[in-house]
Each structure stands twice: as structure tokens, then as C-alpha cells.
């Protein structure tokens, strides 16, 4: 059974960081596509950040060069560092992550991101 498990979200001033954590049970990090959505209020779901079983991680341009995507293969762990965090960053965070021995995609409950003064 594959779990993921969020971790970090809180209530951040505009221009702080955050760092949020994802904890994958039942499925390898270091095998597998993971990565990063969000949905704010009443919006749809978006794609922040995803890192690939090959290549280099691929960002949605609203966070490139303030966000970074990162791993744990030991730990099974992935992390985004959110940096110059925006009002219009607040929303419920999600990590994922796509399992190639089933073709499954997994996601965790979600961690809310409130950026306010």
C-alpha cells in the first residue's frame, strides 16, 4: 500500500519560506516520478514542481527560482523549499508521486500554505 504523508504548511509572512515534507511509504523515491501541486480557493489543482525518475526537476513558472524540489532517496523522503513566498501562494499543498509498477498516480491529503500579513 503506497502512502504519502505531508508535512510543514503554516502560516507564512509574504516574502518568507517554508519548507514543506513529504514521507512515501510503500513505494521508492529514487524509482519513481514526485513531485509538487497545490489547489488554492477555488481554483484548480496546478503542477509546482515534479521531479523526474530522469532529468532535472521541472517547475510551473509562477514558482521558478523561488522554489526548489528536492530528495531523500535514503530517508524516501522529498521536500520543496519555498522561498519569496507570495500571497497568491496560499493554498493546500499536495505531493505525489507516480508508481511505474502499477501506473498509479498516489497523493497525500494535503498541507495547507497560508501567506498573510
Known amino acids: 500500500q503506497v502512502e504519502l504523508v505531508e508535512s510543514g504548511g503554516g502560516l507564512v509572512q509574504p516574502g518568507g519560506s517554508l519548507r514543506l515534507s513529504c514521507e512515501i511509504s510503500?513505494?521508492?523515491?529514487?524509482?519513481?516520478?514526485v513531485g509538487w501541486y497545490r489547489q488554492a480557493p477555488g481554483k484548480q489543482r496546478e503542477l509546482v514542481a515534479v521531479?523526474?525518475?530522469?532529468?532535472?526537476?521541472t517547475y510551473s513558472d509562477s514558482v521558478k527560482g523561488r522554489f526548489t524540489i528536492s530528495t531523500d532517496n535514503a530517508a524516501n523522503m522529498v521536500y520543496l523549499q519555498m522561498n519569496s513566498l507570495k500571497n497568491e501562494d496560499t493554498a493546500v499543498y499536495y505531493c505525489?508521486?507516480?508508481?511505474?509498477?502499477?501506473?498509479?498516480?498516489?497523493w497525500g491529503k494535503g498541507t495547507l500554505v497560508t501567506v498573510s500579513s
Open positions: 505525489y508521486t507516480h508508481d511505474s509498477r502499477w501506473g498509479m498516480d498516489y
Open positions: 510503500g513505494s521508492r523515491v529514487s524509482m519513481n516520478a
Open positions: 521531479f523526474p525518475t530522469v532529468g532535472s526537476p
